[in-house]
């Protein structure tokens, strides 16, 4: 019995020996943390995605813009564009090809045509010399040649073959020939000839006309001279 006759009162604590449980703030921050990062890096990325495609577009509109520039020349019929202007070409075919074109440096003969060196030529495994096209590889080929010209009497253009098979002539490949009456005599037409031809190596193939002064030459794309392997 306690003092005074009243009981004693004991008080037990159950969590006398457990350490105290500690707030879990750390835990948030900690996550709040992470979150903000993640964030970041997001916002980062996005950005970076944002420039790089400020770049290409700013790229892609100076291309257009100067490739329209180029084409609004020759609408205003301000002449050829220059060989900077021009697309490069950085494909090499896979066969032969010739393209040809007239220009301010040739000089035609009295019937043989001629044809550019300093015009953009294409000369792939073919050489050009004295106005022939040399061939280097022996197949089938596409010969063409197309020439703009003032109506006379008459006007005879071919494309014609040297070989060594036939020493001392050439042998016509392509001709055709255009009479005009008096009424139609000083209009300006063309002719154009084309064909498939079995060539070897060391052949020479050229340009004829009945008279090179008849020959219009304002353009240099109105008179052209080639061949492509099929």
Not at 143 to 152: A, L, N, Q, R
Request: charged content about 20%; aromatic content about 10%.
């Amino acid at each position: 019995m306690a003092e005074g006759g009243y009981p004693s009162v004991y008080v037990v604590d159950s969590f006398a020996n457990r350490p105290p449980v500690p707030p879990r703030l750390s835990q948030r921050r900690r996550r709040a943390g992470v979150a903000q990062t993640l964030l970041f890096l997001l916002v980062s990325l996005a950005l970076c995605g944002m420039a790089i495609e400020a770049c290409l577009i700013y790229r892609l509109y100076r291309a257009e813009s100067g490739t329209s520039a180029s084409v609004a020349k020759l609408i205003a019929g301000q002449g050829d564009p220059s060989p900077s202007e021009r697309p490069q070409r950085c494909v090499l075919p896979s066969k032969p090809v010739a393209h040809l074109t007239d220009g301010q440096d040739v000089v035609h003969g009295n019937k043989m045509m001629a044809w550019s060196t300093v015009a953009d030529p294409i000369l792939c495994e073919m050489d050009y010399k004295n106005g022939s096209l040399l061939i280097q590889k022996e197949g089938y080929y596409y010969v063409y040649s197309k020439v703009s010209f003032s109506d006379t009497d008459v006007f005879h253009h071919s494309v014609e073959l040297r070989t060594e098979l036939y020493i001392g002539k050439s042998i016509p490949l392509l001709k055709s020939s255009k009479i005009s009456l008096k009424s139609q005599r000083m209009k300006q037409s063309n002719s154009y000839l084309g064909g498939v031809f079995h060539l070897q190596i060391g052949d020479a193939i050229f340009v004829k006309v009945s008279n090179t002064s008849k020959v219009h030459r304002h353009k240099s794309y109105e008179n052209i001279f080639g061949a492509f392997m099929i």
